[in-house]
């Protein structure tokens, strides 16, 4: 799917995926591009949109090149829609002149809060290279957003483990609070990685050289050394939460270890209590031809009696050394 954005005022307004006139385009949006609306594109502006499998590239060349007179950055961007599980996947900028292009094939929440705003006020998107350092803002905010409330989350986590100690708790808690800090790791784990590729990005436009003449006289420095700032401080908030969520799992699988071994304390417990008396009941159980308490009148009461007592004793011994 094209979107095109053009500019009016300071602000981007969509206008359908309509290429022509060229006139006044600052942003190119492709979602999914099929094979002829990637070469329509190719067409309009005289460059080469890269594949799906070239945006899947690690090296970091693949990642930051100039090619044909355009700049060429892929970033990995977190997208976290309500009621689905993350999704980590390339998003490439391609700055042609005074035009962006982006290239994905997920959904950021990102994307379309930045258009809205850009629709909405004056974000000084007048040319490629300031649309893609507003658009990288906006992107940082948003992982900021998730690490926020990711960071909420975790402390919720942290109570529930907790209270999951008490005698009340159930395993079932707990085997659900597994599960809860599996997915806290796994998308603290891709919120790092989106901003370190962020990060690489910055740092490959703060350098001069970047082999493009007419985007380095667009890029705002002091904006640049902002966002690497941000960058720098999400990434440091990103470290902080995994070490939380490694302390979290250690915390679990020790509550859960402490839980077990109480439930072997009380089978131990019951099996030595109820020791004596089986004890009891063994010996008067065997088949001797001579046994005089068989022949005494208060024979079986004193049995049970002393069976009773038997069990009483040890029970009473455990709650006075307080390990019941």
């Not at 930051?64 to 700049?71: D, F, K, P, R, S």
């Not at 994307?111 to 507003?134: D, H, N, P, S, V």
């Amino acid at each position: 799917m094209i979107t095109v954005y053009r500019e009016t005022g300071g602000r981007l307004l969509a206008s359908g995926p309509a290429l022509e006139p060229l006139e006044g385009v600052v942003w190119i949006d492709l979602h999914g591009p099929s094979a002829a609306e990637e070469r329509a594109v190719e067409a309009a502006l005289g460059l080469d949109i890269p594949t799906r499998d070239d945006m899947q590239e690690i090296e970091s060349s693949s990642r930051a090149y100039v090619e044909g007179g355009a700049l060429y950055l892929t970033a990995q961007v977190v997208a976290s829609p309500e009621g689905r599980e993350p999704e980590l996947a390339p998003l490439t900028f391609v700055v042609a002149g005074p035009r962006l292009v982006t290239v994905r094939y997920h959904a950021p929440g990102s994307i379309a809060y930045f258009a809205k705003r850009a629709e909405a006020q004056a974000l000084g998107c007048t040319g490629g290279m300031a649309t893609l350092l507003a658009l990288m803002e906006t992107i940082v905010d948003r992982l900021a957003d998730i690490l926020e409330g990711e960071s909420r989350k975790l402390d919720a986590t942290t109570r529930a483990i907790f209270e999951a100690h008490r005698p009340s708790g159930r395993m079932q808690v707990l085997a659900a609070l597994m599960q809860r800090i599996g997915r806290a790791e796994d998308l603290n784990g891709k919120l790092d990685e989106s901003l370190t590729t962020l990060a690489r990005l910055v740092a490959y436009l703060a350098q001069p050289g970047t082999g493009m003449k007419s985007a380095e006289k667009g890029i705002d420095r002091a904006r640049l050394k902002v966002l690497a700032r941000d960058i720098r401080s999400l990434l440091d908030a990103a470290e902080k939460q995994g070490r939380k969520i490694t302390f979290q799992l250690d915390a679990t699988l020790g509550v859960i270890n402490i839980r077990q071994a109480d439930v072997i304390k009380i089978f131990s417990v019951v099996a030595f209590v109820f020791l004596p008396p089986t004890l009891i009941a063994s010996i008067y159980g065997m088949n001797f031809k001579w046994m005089p308490e068989l022949e005494w009148p208060w024979g079986y009461p004193l049995a049970l009696v002393a069976m009773a007592v038997s069990a009483l004793v040890p029970y009473l011994i455990f709650r006075w050394k307080k390990w019941l």
